[in-house]
Nanobody, 124 residues
Framework: QVQLVESGGGLVQAGGSLRLSCAAS????????MGWFRQAPEKEREFVAAIGWNASNTYYAGSVKGRFTASRDNGKNTVYLQMNSLKPEDTAVYYC?????????????????WGQGTQVTVSS
């Protein structure tokens, strides 16, 4: 079992930055692909970013490419999502998820473990 806990969300003005962290426990995630998803009110959960087990593969949704960066520190069993140039449409609950495959996927059903989410609110 893998337990995931996100942190770093909050309220920020448009154009600002936030860095989300996702700390894993229970077992090492060094061989897991990790993903970030988000869900805004009354919208479906959507893919944001994913990073392979050794960070050599990263994928981003078109809406965040060039603004968000996923990274990981396997020694700390933690993954990160650096979010720059935030927009009001980035407002959502952000979730991290763990996929036991080495290569990341962009579909929610490819991930077996999920955190509880952290709220990100971007004001205009």
């Amino acid at each position: 079992q893998v337990q995931l806990v996100e942190s770093g969300g909050g309220l920020v003005q448009a154009g600002g930055s936030l860095r989300l962290s996702c700390a894993a426990s229970g077992r090492s995630i060094s061989t897991y692909a990790m993903g970030w998803f988000r869900q805004a009110p009354e919208k479906e959960r959507e893919f944001v970013a994913a990073i392979g087990w050794n960070a050599s593969n990263t994928y981003y949704a078109g809406s965040v490419k060039g603004r968000f960066t996923a990274s990981r520190d396997n020694g700390k069993n933690t993954v990160y999502l650096q979010m720059n140039s935030l927009k009001p449409e980035d407002t959502a609950v952000y979730y991290c998820a763990a996929n036991p495959n080495l290569i990341p996927g962009t579909r929610w059903y490819q991930y077996d473990y999920w955190g509880q989410g952290t709220q990100v609110t971007v004001s205009s």
